[in-house]
């Protein structure tokens, strides 16, 4: 039996994921593998909507296959490929342009959060056509799941509006995809602030675990959690959110339900709470670490991954191109 296809994709842009990024999208990731036939992108052309130094962005790109690789996607399961290594993407991007109305692209969300920041100058037509490229990556595999964060549910209605509208003008040529919203529970907090989502644009970087922090760097953080003062180990999201954020880390990483670690450690100070929690965070991240670290030294082997990963990404995007190329009517070139 064929498995359903899957598609997802994640910007190239800090040097090291982080531990929300691992426990709310990673983990799944690699959990899915097994059930679908799964594409995973990294999307450099949407990382250079907005400015990037190109060194950045070269060491980057490399950095982020090696965590995803190291952390147990299995490139002999799923795809792992550089967008720019797949033209189809910005082909049929074109098309999709083509087919959007101006007032519809206008009205995405996250282009208007982007480009108020930077003020409409600044703002490049790249970023305004961001959501289209995003339609095109998925489109192209004709995958049933893409499982991403909350905040692209727009982004993923868009696509799906695209997909019906170009299969009612010009015949069935797109499978309708479904976004498959990331569990809300893997949701990790910043250490510092622990009512705001762990996020690499944190203001104090002991708020922030990287996937490529040194052990003792993570122990440190851990140790300097915010928490509270009355010294109870009790999950209360509200009135006790750096203990919760604790104990949801600890729950994440260890499979167990959060009851189970209150009781095993009632009567304990906040100390041994956080010197288990660090322990643990250790012991995920340190193998994940060093085989990205392994990786990383051999960038020829990991290009020679990545080039396994987009020629089967290739395969894939080139049939359905070709279909949409021929259902639009433009001449196959013989
Ligand atoms: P981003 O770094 O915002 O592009 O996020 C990539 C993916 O990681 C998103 O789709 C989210 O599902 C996940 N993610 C990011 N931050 C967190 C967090 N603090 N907790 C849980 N999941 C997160
Ligand atoms: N826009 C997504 C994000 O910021 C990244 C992305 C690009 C993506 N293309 C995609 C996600 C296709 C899922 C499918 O997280």
């Known amino acids: 039996m064929t498995k359903p296809n899957l598609l997802s994709g994640m910007?190239?842009?800090?040097?090291?994921?982080?531990?929300?990024?691992?426990?709310?999208?990673?983990?799944?990731?690699?959990?899915?593998?097994?059930?679908f036939?799964?594409?995973y992108v990294i999307v450099d052309l949407h990382a250079i909507t907005v400015p990037q130094d190109p060194k950045l962005l070269l060491e980057n790109t490399r950095r982020t296959a090696a965590q995803y690789l190291a952390a147990?996607?299995?490139?002999?399961?799923?795809?792992?490929?550089?967008?720019?290594?797949?033209?189809?993407?910005?082909?049929?991007?074109?098309?999709?342009?083509?087919?959007?109305?101006?007032?519809?692209?206008?009205?995405?969300?996250?282009?208007?959060?982007?480009s108020q920041k930077g003020g409409a100058d600044n703002s490049s037509v790249g970023l305004f056509t961001y959501p289209i490229l995003q339609a095109a990556d998925i489109l192209l595999y004709q995958p049933t799941a893409v499982p991403v964060g909350e905040d692209q549910r727009q982004h993923l209605e868009l696509t799906r509006d695209l997909a019906m509208r170009f299969n009612?003008?010009?015949?069935?040529?797109?499978t309708i995809p479904k976004a498959e919203i990331l569990k809300e529970t893997a949701k990790i907090y910043d250490l510092q602030v622990p009512t705001a989502k762990m996020s690499k644009s944190a203001h104090d970087p002991k708020g922030l675990i990287n996937l490529m922090d040194?052990?003792?760097?993570?122990?440190?953080?851990?140790?300097?959690a915010v928490t509270d003062t009355d010294g109870d180990i009790r999950f209360d999201r509200e009135n006790k959110p750096g203990i919760s954020n604790l104990l949801g880390i600890y729950s994440a990483l260890t499979g167990e339900p959060v009851a189970k670690i209150e009781a095993g450690l009632s009567g304990s100070g906040y100390g041994t709470l956080k010197a288990e929690v660090a322990d643990a965070v250790v012991a995920a991240l340190e193998p994940i670490r060093t085989r990205a670290n392994e990786l990383l030294e051999d960038p020829a082997e990991l290009d020679r991954l990545l080039a396994k990963g987009a020629a089967s990404a290739n395969q894939t995007a080139e049939k359905t191109l070709k279909a949409v190329y021929a259902n639009l009517g433009l001449v196959t070139p013989v």
């Open 168 to 174: 009612s003008r010009y015949g069935e040529t797109f």
């Open 214 to 224: 040194e052990p003792a760097q993570i122990t440190k953080k851990i140790k300097s």
């Open 11 to 35: 910007q190239p842009s800090a040097a090291s994921l982080h531990l929300g990024n691992y426990l709310g999208a990673l983990t799944q990731w690699v959990a899915m593998q097994d059930q």
């Open 72 to 114: 147990g996607l299995d490139p002999d399961k799923s795809s792992l490929f550089v967008q720019s290594h797949v033209p189809a993407h910005a082909q049929l991007a074109w098309v999709l342009n083509c087919i959007t109305g101006f007032g519809e692209a206008s009205r995405m969300t996250q282009f208007k959060d982007k």
């Open 37 to 39: 036939n799964a594409f």
